[in-house]
């Protein structure tokens, strides 16, 4: 069931909007509603995730589909690393399991670029994959669901 957008925080950047541009990015992924997530993004936004490109409001929905049909119990953190006037650099983790009950971290860096209005109009990630075992997972918050205030980041666990 579809939340609505993301609240929208525009550019110029700063050191405060952008986190919480970041932090409003990670809730809404952690909604794993891809309707959400998509209205983030300009109708003709570009990603590079991983190997794949994607153009297109309409195929980031697919792709989010797709991605939270195979990863179960999906949790992310995000944390800004650095920005621009329009444009955000950050890195991430997230848990995820697979069908099997195989546990995974999934580590990685994403640049962000926003249009005036404060939508994504091209987004690059790079990601890698590590195996856990359950008890080694570090993000257990219920899900979905945004990750509470005092809840891990990377820098405390990394």
């Known amino acids: 069931m579809s939340q609505g957008a993301p609240a ?13 541009k970041v932090r409003a990015a990670e809730d ?22 991983r190997a794949e490109e994607l153009t297109g409001r309409e195929a980031i929905r697919a792709f989010l589909a797709r991605k939270w049909a195979r990863e179960l119990d999906y949790r992310l953190v995000k944390e800004l690393w650095a920005f621009t006037a329009d444009r955000i650099a950050v890195r991430f983790q997230y848990e995820w399991r697979d069908d ?28 890698n994959d590590a195996v856990i075992a359950q008890l080694e997972r570090r993000f257990l918050w219920p899900a979905p ?10 820098e405390g666990v990394w």
């Open 28 to 49: 809404a992924w952690n909604s794993r509603d891809p309707e959400r997530v998509a209205l983030a993004y300009t109708r003709d936004s570009r990603w590079r995730n």
């Open 145 to 154: 669901g945004p990750r509470p205030a005092d809840g891990p980041g990377i």
């Open 100 to 127: 099997s009950g195989q546990w995974f971290r999934s580590y990685g860096n994403e640049l962000w670029e926003f249009d005036a209005a404060g939508l994504m109009r091209r987004r690059e990630a790079s990601i």
């Open 8 to 20: 929208v925080i525009a550019p110029p950047f700063d050191a405060v909007s952008a986190a919480r």
